[in-house]
């Protein structure tokens, strides 16, 4: 069964880091883009960021262009996203997503807030 399951989120400072992981099983990670979205209260989930199959081309939302970058380890299975220069907009509910033609699986989600 294919699991997606998200870690590092927390509170932080205003400038502050994180570094979100997102572990995959139950299905052939290497072959499937990824992708992380964030969902703030009230507001529809957004493309956050996006990484082929192969790593070789990345994808960022204007608003975290030049703070987050999304890197994928296709031997652990894993996608990351380092957070930098952190604001308090960039507080929501952090999912990363799998997709693979119509094939799509999402995580249960981490909670990033940014405050001080």
């Known amino acids: 069964q294919a699991q997606l399951v998200e870690s590092g989120g927390g509170l932080v400072q205003p400038g502050g880091s994180l570094r979100l992981s997102c572990a995959a099983s139950?299905?052939?990670?290497?072959?499937?883009?990824m992708s992380w979205y964030r969902q703030a209260p009230g507001k529809e989930r957004d493309l956050v960021a996006l990484?082929?199959?192969?790593?070789?081309?990345?994808n960022y939302a204007d608003s975290v262009k030049g703070r987050f970058t999304i890197s994928r380890d296709n031997v652990k299975n894993t996608v990351y996203l380092q957070m930098n220069s952190l604001k308090p907009e960039d507080t929501a509910v952090y999912y990363c997503?799998?997709?693979?033609?119509?094939?799509?699986?999402w995580g249960q989600g981490t909670q990033v807030t940014v405050s001080s």
């Open positions: 990484i082929t199959s192969d790593g070789g081309s990345t």
């Open positions: 139950g299905f052939t990670f290497r072959n499937y883009a």
């Open positions: 997503k799998a997709q693979f033609l119509i094939r799509i699986y």
